[in-house]
């Protein structure tokens, strides 16, 4: 291929997910650059905990739109989490947290 409508350098997470999306949205003609094997750099050695929980409402979004897309592909399992709070100013600040994420919808416990 000479010409392409977009040209993807990186293979690891976000370069597969610029290549995913783009042929999601209908493009035909995307080229995805990677020198070495795809996925093959950090995120492959990362543990791989995604997070729903987030102190912006946004990044919560994202992260839930996320997780959703992983499910979809079949490569995510749900496993939970526990947030501590060790001083007023922690949990003043989980209780707001718990605020936003039940607010997009987000299963939260506070206890």
Request: charged letters at 25%; glycine letters at 10%.
């Amino acid at each position: 291929m000479e010409r392409a409508r977009a040209v993807v350098v990186g293979g690891g997470i976000t370069g597969a997910s610029v290549a995913y999306h783009l042929a999601k949205a209908g493009w035909r003609d995307v080229v995805l650059l990677e020198k070495d094997e795809l996925t093959s750099g950090s995120t492959c050695h990362a543990a791989g905990l995604v997070t729903q929980f987030n102190p912006s409402p946004t990044m919560m979004r994202f992260r839930r739109y996320s997780i959703e897309l992983y499910r979809e592909l079949g490569v995510f399992e749900t496993v939970g989490s526990l947030r501590f709070a060790s001083s007023k100013e922690q949990l003043m600040e989980l209780q707001r947290g718990v605020s936003r994420a039940r607010g997009i919808g987000l299963d939260v416990e506070l206890v």
